[in-house]
């Protein structure tokens, strides 16, 4: 494998800071999300989630341990701009930077997304992503936060997962701000993604030696039949994967999903002049999140794009979700026939199961293992065929709030025992510290 390709572990604010109300932190749609009754599993919110807000340094020392060479993290906007704009919480700021600095002390790189999610609740009332004006805010943060920053986050992330945001909390529903409908997601994407591309220009204006891009979920597309669904997977494709690819490295956005989105949303006259360019200013790399493929078949009923998901191949994760290593190889590959050498960090990659507690200071998790293994060993086939990755981050650090499920699934190489707060490190967070040692060594 590369030399130059540094292996680390991912995390998010709202999943694993806790301290929700602490030191001047304001609510977010997460806070507000989790808060209302039927909206996540059992009721449980990230109020305490790891506690790592108050536990950060032996945190950083269990990173240390497993040999982690970076470590992506997500910064709270309500937690340094608790209105989202305005008055700066100056607590908030010598939080992040005495992580960073810790994680340099510790040779560790860190690498900071200014957006995981958890947009402050005050923006959210004024109409959140769903107005352009959130992207004006968001790039305002984003100066702050390099200016603040800048000498010691090098590698900053812009937006996690803007399909994410836009569908599942706009046109699904199932994620914050829990929103149902559709136009107004499609408006989302796109503010998201002019997010982006003003928060590139404010970190470049604020740490002009920064490295910056930011991070898409993608996957291949499967039709569940090879025939009848072959447009069903274009849809999709074109939903999940070009409409954000095209945008952020082609400055358009793809005609066939245009025309689609406009018969059945109706015009999206909220691109403006400009907006696209912007979007795909200058990026250092392209964060790429891959946990599974996504089998579809054609359903008329099913949205605007007429596409609904097929039943996972066997086996399947904690989540349902199909384990598939040769599909990140298959991705990898795509984007570079189809993108160019674009460096590529791949952000999340993981899985969640059933852990059992631990037990004599162990938690064996085979499969989580097994996962990692051969996920690591499609990577190396991508780097082997001229994709130029630069890192890896398995998802997670630590067993977490995990969104709508609450705490049911773990996706940690650490287990956590949430009423002591204890951590583990698991049989898969040990495999992977002894792998990074091998790869230090020369022995992959």
């Known amino acids: 494998m590369s030399d130059g390709l540094k292996f680390g572990a991912a995390t998010a604010a709202y999943q694993i800071e806790g301290a929700a109300r602490a030191d001047g932190r304001g609510e977010s749609i997460w ?10 599993a059992r009721g449980d919110t990230g109020d305490v989630a790891c506690d790592h807000y108050h536990r950060w340094r032996a ?36 939080f992040y930077r005495e992580l960073a600095e810790g994680l340099r002390e510790r040779g560790i790189e860190p690498i900071a997304t200014l957006y995981h999610w958890d947009l402050p609740q005050a923006l959210q009332e004024r109409g959140g992503w769903a107005e352009r004006a959130t992207a004006q805010r968001f790039g305002e943060y984003a ?53 982006h591309g003003l928060a590139l220009q404010a970190v470049r204006a604020a740490a002009p030696d920064a490295r910056a891009g930011i991070t898409l979920n993608l996957a291949p597309v499967v039709a569940a039949d090879a025939e009848d669904d072959a447009l069903a997977v274009e849809r999709m494709d074109g939903h999940l994967n ?41 990026t250092e790399f392209l964060g790429v999140n891959y946990y599974a493929p996504m089998r579809v078949r054609a359903d008329a009923s099913r949205g605007p794009i007429g596409v609904r998901q097929a039943p996972p191949g066997p086996p399947t994760t904690g989540m349902g979700w199909e384990v598939a290593p040769d599909g990140l190889r298959e991705l990898l590959v795509r984007i570079k026939d189809d993108y160019g050498d674009v460096p590529i960090a791949i952000t999340e990659n993981g899985a969640a199961y059933r ?35 630069e890192r890896y981050f398995v998802w997670s650090l630590l067993d977490n709030f995990e969104w709508e ?25 040990l495999w992977y510290r002894d792998y990074i040692r091998r790869m230090r060594n020369g022995e992959g």
């Open 143 to 195: 100066v702050l936060m390099a200016a603040e920053l800048g000498d010691v986050v090098r590698e900053w992330i812009t937006v996690n997962e803007p399909w994410v945001i836009a569908f599942q909390g706009h046109a699904h529903g199932t994620k914050a701000p829990g929103i149902r409908d559709w136009p107004t997601a499609l408006r989302v994407s796109h503010n998201a993604l002019l997010g």
């Open 405 to 429: 499920w609450g705490y049911d699934q773990r996706f940690g190489i650490v287990h956590v025992d949430f009423e002591t707060q204890r951590r583990t490190p698991k049989q898969s967070g």
């Open 355 to 389: 852990d059992p507690p631990a037990s004599n200071g162990r938690v064996e998790d085979p499969e989580r293992t097994a996962y990692i293994e051969a996920h690591l060993a499609a990577l190396r086939q991508a780097v082997e065929a001229g994709v130029p990755v």
């Open 31 to 40: 806070d507000r999300f989790a808060h209302t009754p039927g909206r996540v």
């Open 59 to 94: 945190d950083l020392d269990l990173m240390a341990e497993l040999g982690l060479e970076a470590y992506r993290f997500s910064i709270s906007w309500s937690r340094v701009l608790p209105e989202g704009e305005g008055a700066v919480n100056s607590a908030g700021l010598r």
């Open 242 to 282: 070009r409409w954000f690819l095209e945008a952020v490295l082609r400055a358009r956005y793809p005609g066939d999903m245009i025309d689609l989105y406009e018969r059945r949303c109706g015009p999206l006259d909220w691109i403006e002049d400009g907006d696209l360019p912007l979007i795909a200013g200058r």
